[in-house]
């Protein structure tokens, strides 16, 4: 039935609360609280009404009524807004508003999904007031039948003695609990003889922290988000941990929700050995991908022996990234790095990438972009840094750090698509800059900004027949320098700036062809048993690369600040190969291929094996399109370079290691130290065995000086819970000068990784997981350059991860730490353990 009401409607609205009970409310001595009394049990003060109409619906058994007020009996609902009120027994007073009902009551709705029952309460639906009785309820939480679903970000469950709705969703829960762990059998419980709940957080003091039932931690005063869209201020758990070269640490951080959009974290960390770090963090969410996000530590270190030498580590580290879209084409982007000493970041660095990455690079620019053209400004930094040296005596000081710095202050870019002239098929493109540049490394500085203007147009033409394409294209580019480097100079001295300007042009000529991709396809009997049910599609494709740049006479007079710089004279063929192998499950034939881009005929799988058959591929992509319902299994690409102008039209140096673009291009380990004709063979393999399985082979065989000049293998393995990787990375390069009279011939690298775990950190139940950096070299130094161990167990709701962690970074580290961390379901994590640095 529907009744309606003239009474104002204030779900949805805020009130305040008095301590006056309410009259005629059922007690008991099992429900009610201890002394002081009941006056300390507040009711909502109605605000002022907003509308006339209330409807109320009910559904029941049996009815009665006296007066105004309505007896409902049986199985009992009533339905008030978004509100569900259901009970063994209601009365209802249509001109009051007062409910009162006994046996299972159970109500459920409003705004944060609010689903409680107790064993008897009174309401007033038209004041949105109300108190039960021996409650267990859930906040953000929706029932589904025999399950409870999240309708938040933040949901809790909660009990209490006595519950007192003092307005539309704000509760004061008395002599209760709140947990977000299922009950009655709740992994964790905060206990509190009061609780103020509203549509913003949950409020307690003088709280208990119970694991397992056992009390933990006394609490003055916590709260806990309900609305998912809020956050709050205030401090964060201390932290406390251990080092072996930090010694005992103890840290804490204040936490400050600006806005929805704004926050800032502040905090310090003391190192019992070492002295105060110092850390914040500053982030910004905009609309679209506007953003900011700001970091900096430093640490105030006190110094530490080694090897009876004193080292002083301190330093600091600034790193501020942010994008702001002015519209659609336009926008400006930052990521800008201040790092005061690598030594520092070595030390103290919590993950070993970020310990041993000493190259930083610091952009700023924006672009606007129209119609296939882009016009940008930048200002770039790169700063490599070097490790300092020990001190040989407590005495002798150490060998200051060795850092290079290339500026880019700033550089006007322009850049477009191709573009079709008229409707010939001809199309051209143009790159052009200008940029102030400057260069400071041990024993060498430029003499202020060198100023560099560069401008490359090219034009291209692209045809294909029955299958073959190619694309040919003609280039030239002029480059004007302010100032000029000496020559002739030996492999091994250092650069000396000359006032003097430079000019350099070139012709460039390309021809790329690509031939049609040959495809096979195996579906006898036999290839179906050896790959347990599926066809094999192979396909081959053939590439051919000829390139020719003349005109750069006067190369090692250009002074180096980027790849604009080591443009060359060429000669070149690139002649290559790439294979690949498909699998498709029997059952999904016959079906038709997609048909791909640029091709001119498409092909069915056919039921005949050893089918072969060609498509057109276009230039720009190399990868053969997989049949309907297929996978990749391999692929296999095959590259060389032979090189006709073997010393470059004289810009090859014996003694010293060549780089050039078309080198650098071509592959990123270094290869020229003389003149050659032929460069080392690259490849590149990929290994897909199944959804559970990956396997990657890349190396680069240098046929003339008969070894692998880089050597890397990855492998990734999971099946359920169990996960492992293996990474091997072998460099045997030519090495890099420093400083005068300090070279390095080689650069030797041979270091193999391990990872094995089982477990999951989002999943209940055990994990344990190990990893280990072995450097295989192992000349001066120990084996192992870092090792963990992590473990870690999973309840419903909450989470313990312990760890140990092991660095050997020569000198510089040598330590052994300690991590843990205790997560509690939506509410958040304590601990030193960061996420970032987990195994699993």
Known sequence: MVLAASHPHLWGQQVTSQATPLEGEPQSSSSLPDEPGRTRYPVAEVLPPTDDTTEVTTQEDTLSRNGSVLILDGDVEVDYRDRVVKADHIEYDQDTGDLTATGHLHVSGGANHEDLTASHGTMNLKKQTATFYDVNGSVGMKNGGH????????????????????GPQAYEIYDGSL???????????????????????????????????????????????????????????????YSSTKGFTLGEEVYWAINRSTDLTVGAQYYSLRGWEQSATFRYRGLGNNFAKARYTGLLDRGIFTNGAYLNQGGEDALFTGRHDFSAA??????????????????????FSVA???????ILYGVHEWDGYAASARVDRYQGLKMTAVAATPTTPATPEEEVRIFHAPSLDFSSTEHEIGRTGLMWSVEASHAGLSRVQPNFSTGGLTQRFDVHPELSYALGLDGWRV???VGARETAYSRSRQVPYDPGALPVELPASLNRSDAEVELDLRAPVVERTFDSSSVEKLFHGNDVKHTIEPELTYRYVTGVNNFLSALRFDDVDIVSNTNELEYGVTQRLFLRPVKNRPCKEAAPLNMTQTHNWDDDSQTV??????????????????????????????FFNENFGGAVLNGRRNIFDTTLNFSGIAFLTEPRAISPLVSRMRVRTSSHMDVEWDFDLDTGAKKFTSNNVLVDVHENN????????????????????????????????LLLGYGSPTKPGLGVAGNVGLDLNANNTGLVQYGAVQGSYNWDCCGFSVEVRKYELGSVRNETTERFNFTLLNIGTAGNLRRAASLF
């Open 471 to 473: 694309r040919a294209s």
């Open 147 to 166: 399950t409870l679903t999240y309708s938040s970000s933040n949901p809790f469950l909660f009990t209490g003695r006595m519950v007192v709705r003092t």
């Open 722 to 753: 169990v996960f492992a990787g293996l990474s091997y990375a072998r460099l045997n390069a030519p090495g890099r000068f420093y400083t005068e009279g300090v070279t390095s011939a080689v650069s030797n690298f041979n270091q193999l990784r």
């Open 356 to 362: 041993v990455s000493s190259d930083i690079l610091s």
């Open 179 to 241: 947990t977000t762990c299922q009950l009655p059998h709740p992994d964790w419980m905060l206990y509190a003889g009061k609780f103020a709940v509203d549509s913003e957080k949950v409020k307690a003091q003088n709280s208990t922290f119970r694991l397992m039932n056992i009390p933990i931690l006394f609490l003055p005063y916590v709260t806990h988000p309900v609305d998912s869209e809020q956050r709050q201020s205030g401090l964060m758990i201390p932290v406390p941990g």
């Open 330 to 351: 336009t926008r400006v982007v930052g990521d800008v790095e201040y790092l005061s000493s690598y030594a520092y970041r070595e030390a103290f660095a919590e993950n």
């Open 613 to 642: 058959q060609t498509r057109q591929q276009g230039v720009s992509g190399k990868d053969s399109q997989p049949s309907c319902g297929s996978r990749p299994l391999i692929s296999w690409r095959l590259t060389q370079k032979y």
